[in-house]
T-cell receptor, first 113, second 111 residues
Framework: DAGVIQSPRHEVTEMGQEVTLRCKPI?????LFWYRQTMMRGLELLIY????????DSGMPEDRFSAKMPNASFSTLKIQPSEPRDSAVYFC???????????FGQGTRLTVV | GESVGLHLPTLSVQEGDNSIINCAYS??????FIWYKQESGKGPQFIID?????DKRQGQRVTVLLNKTVKHLSLQIAATQPGDSAVYFC??????????FGTGTRLKVLA
């Protein structure tokens, strides 16, 4: 398995634009996480899916953020409209059960100017 | 790929020496712990894990020690190599999906 695959690796966008980040989890994993990493706050859990269902979205900062998981092999994180303070590295991770080892993707570095 | 904060602790180690990275965890109910390595520009990578019914676990060149009494976790890297340079952080899991990540320690290997 190629691991967790995220795209794009880098995204530079202007304030106010819509941004969509994509993730393909490891096949067979039933849990998917979206994290945001910044210098000041470290790794923050944004949302957790189990069997494609959002279980905990309490970490989603604002209504501007939304996430979907239409099937077991694909998830998106959307920011609309984007703001400069959204600049960070966004990671997707998956695990077999949600309480075991989480495998991370390479991340998407988002810069909003 | 920075971990957290403006004051990330840094450990500088001579190549070939052993490294010890420490982590204090917060939740006494946590029963599963993971050490991750994060190289610049990459995602966190699993190194080794340990469950609360153990106090020591060894992998290839790495050992994790768990002291539940004082809620302390350590990662020992034997014969540190330049490729070990990265940010290391621990994660605790109280049996749910809510991993709690430590602040991270930057390991610098000196040639």
């Amino acid at each position: 398995d190629a691991g967790v695959i995220q795209s794009p690796r880098h995204e530079v966008t202007e304030m106010g634009q819509e941004v969509t980040l994509r993730c393909k989890p490891i096949s067979g994993h039933n849990s998917l996480f979206w994290y945001r990493q910044t210098m000041m706050r470290g790794l923050e859990l944004l949302i957790y899916f189990n069997n494609n269902v959002p279980i905990d979205d309490s970490g989603m900062p604002e209504d501007r953020f939304s996430a979907k998981m239409p099937n077991a092999s694909f998830s998106t994180l959307k920011i609309q409209p984007s703001e400069p303070r959204d600049s960070a590295v966004y990671f997707c991770a998956s695990s077999l059960t949600g309480a075991d080892e989480a495998f991370f993707g390479q991340g998407t570095r988002l810069t909003v100017v | 790929g920075e971990s957290v904060g403006l004051h990330l602790p840094t450990l500088s180690v001579q190549e070939g020496d052993n490294s010890i990275i420490n982590c204090a965890y917060s939740n006494s109910a946590s029963d599963y712990f993971i050490w991750y390595k994060q190289e610049s520009g990459k995602g966190p990578q699993f190194i080794i894990d340990i469950r609360s019914n153990m106090d020591k676990r060894q992998g290839q060149r790495v050992t994790v020690l768990l002291n539940k009494t004082v809620k302390h976790l350590s990662l020992q890297i034997a014969a540190t190599q330049p490729g070990d340079s990265a940010v290391y952080f621990c994660a605790e899991n109280p049996g749910t999906y809510k991993y709690i990540f430590g602040t991270g320690t930057r390991l610098k290997v000196l040639a």
